[in-house]
């Protein structure tokens, strides 16, 4: 399983204080069924706790996920800023994990090597 960030996703992480350990978690839970939000056309919501506080008041992401292959933290936000998100935002997110869902190896090492992605490493994680 490859997890990415995009470059927004990136900042708010940096804002909030999210670590990329949070991130490896939630995709860790949707890879066993436990999806918060299964928002239809491979766009999942996953709560992420607030750094030290639980998942109950912390923060809401939006993943382009597709089980065993590929995730892609590309939105985020505080549960306390907003309930979810809008019909027009949901159509976006869906068109994007379309083409997002399309890049092969190489488009990814592309997209990475330019910055629009940076790729979430869960192997610290997993050998401690």
């Known amino acids: ?9 990136v900042r708010f992480a940096r804002r909030e204080g999210i670590e990329d350990e949070n991130l490896c978690e939630a995709i860790d839970r949707a890879e066993k069924g436990l999806i918060d939000a299964d928002l239809g056309g491979g766009v999942i919501k996953q709560r992420i706790a607030r750094p030290n506080e639980g998942k109950s008041g912390g923060f809401r992401s939006i993943v382009l996920f597709r089980s065993g292959e590929k995730a892609f933290f590309v939105y985020g936000f505080p549960k306390s800023a907003r309930g979810n998100v809008r ?5 976006g997110f869906k068109e994007l994990a379309g083409a997002m ?7 990814l090492a592309q997209a990475v090597k330019a910055g629009a992605l940076s ?7 997993a050998e401690e």
């Open 87 to 91: 019909k027009d935002e949901l159509h």
């Open 119 to 125: 790729e979430v490493n869960c192997d610290e994680k």
């Open 1 to 9: 399983m490859r997890i990415f960030k995009n470059r927004w996703f």
């Open 101 to 107: 869902f399309e890049y092969d190896a190489s488009a």
